[in-house]
Structure formats: C-alpha cells, structure tokens
C-alpha cells in the first residue's frame, strides 16, 4: 500500500500535473492564433482602473445581478472555490509539509473548508438537476467536473482525520482522483480558471476602451474626445 | 426566406448540399473568429447566472430556451464541432454539435434574430465575463452569409448596400424635406437667415442622421437645426453618406458595417470637417463612434459624438441658453443599450436632462443596468417576432410603471419606437420623447427674438 502511495502522491501526481501544464500551454497556444480584436477607434476611458474591477468581479458580488439578488448562490460559489483551493493544496501538503497536519487547528480548518465545499458542491448539483433552465444547458461535463470535484472535497476530508490511522486506502483514492481530475482539467469546463482572468481581461479593456462604467464628470466628458 | 438543413450531427456523414454549406462554415469561423469570441466560446460554465440578468429569460421563466447560455450554446456546439481540437477529438462529450441542438439553421435564426436583441445585459452579469451578445451577433454574421436571415433586416440592408440609406431615400426627397424643415424653422424662429447646408466644406460639425428623420419624422433634425443655429455652429449635412444607421451591426455583416460607417468618413475626410455628430440613434452612435472604425479599418482622426454630448459641450461652454421650467412634467430616462453598455454614455444624458427639465427621475435599474427596450438587435424590422417582443416587454413595461413618470425620455429613434410599442400594448400612461425633443422645447431664443413657437 505505502509504495503505491509514494508513487501516486509523488511520481504520478507530478506527471499528472505535468501533463495538465502542457496540456494548458497547447491550448493556450490554441486560442492565442486566433486574431485579436484591433481597435481604431480614439480610446475614452482610463483602462487599468476598469481592467482590474474587471479582473476582480468575483470579489465583486455587487456587480452581478445573479449575486444581488440571491447571496446563497454567491456564497456557495466561494465556498465552493476556497475548497478547491484547500483540496488542491491538500495533495502537495500531505507528501512535502506532512508536519503541518500535525498542527490541530490547520487539520481542522482544512476539514471544515472542504466538508463546506462538499454541501456547497451537493447545492449546486441539487440546483443543476432541478432548475429546468440550467438542466437544458447542463453537458455532461458540468456534471461529471462537479460529481469529481464532490468527490475530491469528501475524500479529502477524510484523508486528513485518516493521515495517521489505518485506511490507507482512502489517501490513495484522494490522490487516485486527484491525478485523475487533473489529467482531466484541460479538457473539461474546470479550465475556466484558467481562462478567467483573459476573459475578464479582454471585456475590461473593451469596457475600458468605451469609458463604460466610469464617472464622468461632465466638465471631462466633453474633452473626452479631444485629441 | 426558406431556411437550409445543416446536418452538424457528431460523426454524422453530411449529404453534398449541407456538406458544401458544412464547408462554409468551417470557412467562415476561421475567417471571422476573434481571440476574445474564441475565449468566450469556451468558458462558459453553465451556472445560469445569466438568466437572471436577460429580459427574455425573466419575462418566460418557464422557457429554458431563454437562457443567455443556452442561445449561445447553440453556435458554442457548432464552435465546439468545427474548431475546438479537444472537442473534436472527444467528439459528442464535451458539448460538441448534436444534430438535434443545431442540425436546423431556421431554429437557429429565430434564437440568434427573435429571441435576442443583442442587448448585451447578459454579458456584464456574468460571472465569467463571456460575451454572449457578441457570439450572438457572430452567429447572425454566419446566418446573414448563408442566406439564413429575416426578410426585414435583409431588405433594410438590402437598401442601404444598393442606395446608402436604410430607406431607399431619393436625393430628391432628401432635399424636399431639408427645404420643409428649413422652412418650417426660419418661421418657428422668426429669422431669415437659417439655412441647412449640404456637403459645404471645411465646417467645425459633419452631422448625420437616421433616415426616418428625413422620412418619417422630420422634428428631430429640426431640433437639431435649431441648436446649431442658436450656438452659432457651423455645420453640414453630406449629401452622401448622411444615413448613420447600419444594418451590418445587427445582422452581424461587418462588411455593411465597414460600408456604411465608411460612406460617413468618407464623406467628413472629403468635406474636411473637424467632427463627426450624429443625431440620437443607439446603434447608430455604437457603429459611427465605435465598431465602424474598426470595421472599416479606418484610424479615427477626428472627434466623434453623440449630438447629447454637442448639447453638453455647447452649454458648458455657454453657447446655448435653456430654461428647465418649460418642461415641468416628470420625466424618467431610458438608457440606450447601444449607448450605455456599448457606448459609456451614461451620465451625460442625464447631465442634460438635469438642465432642461424640472422634474427628472431615474428609473431602476439604471445606466449600463438598464433592460433593453426590447426592441434593440433590429427587432423592430422583424414583425414575425413581435409577439415574442411585447411578450417580454412586460419587464420593461414595469420597470416604467414604478417611475410614475408621465414621459420616458430615450436618446435612440429604436428605443422610441420599442418603448412606444411596449407602452400601447401594456397601457401605460406615459408619453415617449427624445433628449433632442426636450432640449428643443427648453432653448432660450436670444433676446429681442420671440420667434412664432406659440402658433
Ligand atoms: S454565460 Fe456566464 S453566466 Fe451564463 S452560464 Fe455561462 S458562465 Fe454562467
Ligand atoms: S444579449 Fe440581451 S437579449 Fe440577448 S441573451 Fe443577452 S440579455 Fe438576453
């Protein structure tokens, strides 16, 4: 068991890991011999402030009509996201910082943040299977990506209070499931983290092309379009 | 318009007609792709967010198929078929084309063309960030290329390939209703000497109109007249090139774009005028101001601007004076999709408005917020999606209601004509105007002239 477990948390997550990297730069690649937009229009806003409120909408709830109207659905969203962090950290913890699972107090925020993520995870497929709008736009995917990351979140907490204990297999399925979603991640809808801050990037410059979202004053506005 | 099976079925084999159209659009994804749409194309993660922001999708809760994402899932399967290496490798897992998602052009037209207007509310209310009225206007680029596109909007482009002008307007009555207006002004004001020049050179202002204010309504460039003539402006109407409007951008033809917003250049680069203002025309504004550049690869040289933002400029500077208490009547703000979410100009209509009239109320949302009117994305020359329109106009039509305003104002001829419709059908008390309409009635005529504004 420990010798398939040295392999799967070493060797295999690394490869695993390896093969998301270049999977990722192929895409990347992919997506950047696509032309880009070129504008020839005079500019009218001051980019960087919009490019970053853009880049940081996530932070922002207020600025998303789904969010204000229905904090729950923006709560499940962070919870749900702090724990992939926690869960992905977790796979690098456990065989570099195994120390740092000694600590009381790391153990159990890290079970609080992913059983969280895990409720946070069922909400979201409980929504997903009985909103009629989101059922029709629902891949195969959507479906698999959250049952996987569910499983990732469940396995995890369950992993840290069996670090010590005899159910050794329950780490080896954490990390089994760990190389899996990461060998599955470039070709499945969780890369929109990936995409994120490019998406956000792009519509911030448009935006902020444009002057949308900022205060003019109008004393500004009309020297706006000087040259 | 009779519309063409493509079998975009995974694996399916496509007979000869739909694999030259197949072809096709492999071909043209290609050509008109840009990195951003590519980007939108694939990080959409379904989470509906968007739902909630879409006029249609709240106004028909019990219609999935209103979902922002879904419409835009319907090109992202073709996308996914046509170019997406992962998906095609993985060809019918990852949301790649199922025959029975986008196998019919029709459906797909009245998705992209009936069921959208391309209002771009969706867009700034997701979380992601994917612009879906703009994979929206790409799929009608597609449609429009393969003949797979409403009769109205197609005779309206139609008309402005072949004559300049969305309209098919004569030079003749060109120059018949600019003789009309000139009159009716020069006794409106009392003066004699107000005259409406067309394609004089080297003037500070080239202004361009909608063709229904040659036509149809003809206030509008009187309004406009009138400013100029009490700032003292020197301006010119081209002869060519007047029209502002451009059908390229809602049938998502950039070539028509770059044709129409170029005859406008054209026409200022050849009259060697210092600005180019267009009269109050959403899409309009977005294609003179912004996308027609681009489509016409041409490098802005000149300042380019709404006539409400010539309005602002001219009181700032004090060259216009106007009194907010000839209009005492409560008055709220429809704010043009194509000129707050396309266009940034949000506070200065209302900076505007502030001055001319006494009573002003926002309604909410507001700004870059704002519902469409429902008539955007050339809705209003679609009639065989009417009934879909006012249907979904209920979120608008209360969205008025809640004012208790007696006029909405709007700086778009669409939204007037949207908003007019949504306010027969659902009843309102409410009259529809444009900036231009309440700036006109507020104009201080210079002292010793009271004009004839009463008879
Ligand atoms: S378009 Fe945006 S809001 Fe709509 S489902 Fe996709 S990611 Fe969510
Ligand atoms: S662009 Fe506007 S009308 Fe079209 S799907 Fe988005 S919100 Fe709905």
Same mark, same amino acid.
């Given at each position: ?189 969780? #890369? ?23 205060? #003019? ?11 | ?309 010539? #309005? ?39 900076? #505007? ?103």
């Amino acid at each position: 068991m420990s010798e398939y477990l040295r392999l799967l948390e070493h060797d295999i997550h690394i490869a695993a890991l390896s093969f998301m990297g270049l999977a990722y730069a192929i895409r990347a690649f992919w997506l950047f011999s696509f032309r880009p937009v070129t504008e020839k229009s005079l500019p009218a806003g001051h980019p960087s402030r919009t490019v970053a409120s853009s880049l940081f909408t996530v932070a922002r709830p207020w600025t998303i009509e789904k969010h204000r109207r229905t904090p729950v659905f923006y709560a499940q969203f962070v919870v749900f996201h702090i724990g992939a962090a926690a869960a992905i950290s977790l796979t690098f913890i456990i065989p570099h910082w195994p120390e740092l699972l000694a600590i009381e107090a790391v153990v159990r925020l890290m079970q609080v943040t992913l059983i969280a993520a895990f409720v946070a995870g069922m909400a979201r497929l409980y929504r997903r299977l009985s909103d009629p709008s989101l059922r029709l736009i629902s891949t195969w995917d959507d479906y698999f990506a959250l049952v996987m990351m569910n499983l990732f979140y469940v396995l995890g907490a369950w992993t840290i209070s069996n670090r010590c204990g005899a159910c050794g297999w329950i780490v080896l399925t954490f990390f089994l499931v760990a190389a899996l979603i990461h060998l599955y991640v470039p070709f499945s809808k969780i #890369v929109h983290y990936l995409y994120y801050p490019f998406v956000r990037y792009y519509l911030g410059k448009a935006m902020a092309h444009r002057g949308i979202g900022r205060y #003019v004053h109008p004393e500004e506005s009309s020297w706006r379009n000087k040259l | 318009m009779k519309g063409r099976i493509v079998s975009l079925a995974a694996g399916s084999q496509p007979d000869s007609r739909s694999a030259t159209q197949y072809r096709m659009l492999s071909r043209l994804f290609r050509e008109r792709l840009t990195r951003e749409m590519a980007f939108s194309m694939v990080s959409c993660v379904h989470c509906g967010a968007c739902a909630q922001a879409c006029h249609y999708a709240l106004a028909r809760a019990h219609d999935p198929c209103m979902t922002p994402a879904y419409k835009a899932d319907q090109i992202r399967r073709m996308f996914n078929r046509n170019m997406n290496w992962i998906c095609r490798i993985l060809s019918g897992r990852l949301n790649a084309g199922t025959s029975a998602a986008d196998a019919d052009m029709e459906r797909l037209r009245d998705i992209v063309f009936g069921a959208c207007t391309g209002c771009r509310r969706c867009t700034f209310n997701c979380p992601i960030g994917v612009d879906n009225a703009a994979l929206i206007r790409f799929t009608r680029g597609i449609l429009t290329e393969m003949g797979v596109v409403p009769e109205g909007l197609s005779n309206a482009s139609r008309n402005q390939w072949l004559s300049g002008n969305q309209m098919s307007v004569t030079e003749e009555e060109f120059f018949d209703s600019l003789d009309w207006i000139k009159a009716e002004l020069q006794y409106e004001l009392g003066v004699g000497d107000l005259d409406i020049l067309v394609d004089k050179k080297d003037c500070d202002i080239i202004y361009a109109v909608n063709p229904r204010e040659i036509k149809y309504d003809p206030h509008s460039l009187m309004n406009a007249a009138k400013l100029f003539y009490l700032a003292g402006e020197s301006w010119t109407l081209p002869r060519y090139g007047w029209d502002q409007t451009n059908f390229g951008l809602f049938s998502g033809d950039d070539r028509l774009g770059a044709f129409m917003a170029g005859n406008l250049y054209r026409a200022a680069e050849r009259l060697r005028a210092r600005r180019i203002v267009v009269s109050e025309c959403g899409h309009g504004y977005r294609s003179v101001r912004w996308e027609g550049y681009s489509w016409a690869n041409n490098q802005q040289t000149i300042p380019t601007e709404s006539v409400v933002e010539t #309005v602002m400029r001219y009181l700032i500077e004090g060259r216009i004076k106007v009194d907010r208490l000839r209009n005492t009547g409560s008055v709220t703000f429809h704010d043009s999709c194509n000129v707050a979410r396309y266009g940034g100009l949000v506070e200065e209509p209302r900076w #505007v408005l502030k001055q001319v009239c006494s009573d002003f109320r926002e309604m909410y949302p507001n700004g870059v917020n704002n519902f469409c009117c429902t008539g955007g994305g050339g809705l209003l020359t679609m009639p065989e999606y009417r009934p879909l329109r006012l249907e979904v106009a209920r979120i608008k039509a209360d969205q008025l209601k809640v004012t208790e305003a007696d006029t909405v104002c709007t700086m778009c001829h669409n939204c007037r004509d949207g908003l007019g419709d949504l306010i027969d059908h659902y009843q309102l008390n409410m009259k529809v105007v444009q900036v231009m309409d309440l700036v006109a009635e507020a104009l201080v005529l210079p002292p010793g002239n009271e004009g004839n504004i009463n008879e």
